[in-house]
C-alpha cells in the first residue's frame, strides 16, 4: 500500500524560505506523477506544482519561479521549495501521488503559516 508523509511545514516571515519533503513508501516515487496541493481555510484545495514521472514540471501561475518541485529517486522523495514566501501562501500543503490504475493518494499534510 502506498503511503505518503510530509515534512517540513512551519511559520515563516514573508520573503523567507521553506522546504517541503514529502516521502513516498510501498512503491517507486519515480513511477508516479507526484504532486503538491495546498489549502486555505475557506478555500478548495489548489494544484501548486507536479512533476510527472517523465520529469516535467509545472506550476500554479500564483508560484511560478518562487516554488521549485524536484524528486529525489534514490530517497523515493519529493521536495518543494518555497522562496519569496508571501502571507497568501499560507496553507495546508498535501502531497499527492497518481499513476495509471492506481491513486490517487495523499499524504496527512503538513502546515504553512506565513506571517510577521
Known amino acids: 500500500q502506498v503511503q505518503l508523509v510530509e515534512s517540513g511545514g512551519g511559520l515563516v516571515e514573508p520573503g523567507g524560505s521553506l522546504r517541503l519533503s514529502c516521502v513516498l513508501s510501498g512503491s517507486a516515487v519515480s513511477i508516479y506523477d507526484m504532486g503538491w496541493f495546498r489549502q486555505a481555510p475557506g478555500k478548495q484545495r489548489e494544484l501548486v506544482a507536479r512533476i510527472l514521472s517523465n520529469g516535467r514540471t509545472n506550476y500554479a501561475d500564483s508560484v511560478n519561479g518562487r516554488f521549485t518541485i524536484s524528486r529525489d529517486n534514490a530517497m523515493n522523495t519529493v521536495h518543494l521549495q518555497m522562496n519569496s514566501l508571501k502571507p497568501e501562501d499560507t496553507a495546508v500543503y498535501y502531497c499527492?501521488?497518481?499513476?495509471?490504475?492506481?491513486?490517487?493518494?495523499w499524504g496527512q499534510g503538513t502546515q504553512v503559516t506565513v506571517s510577521s
Open positions: 499527492h501521488a497518481i499513476r495509471a490504475m492506481y491513486g490517487p493518494y
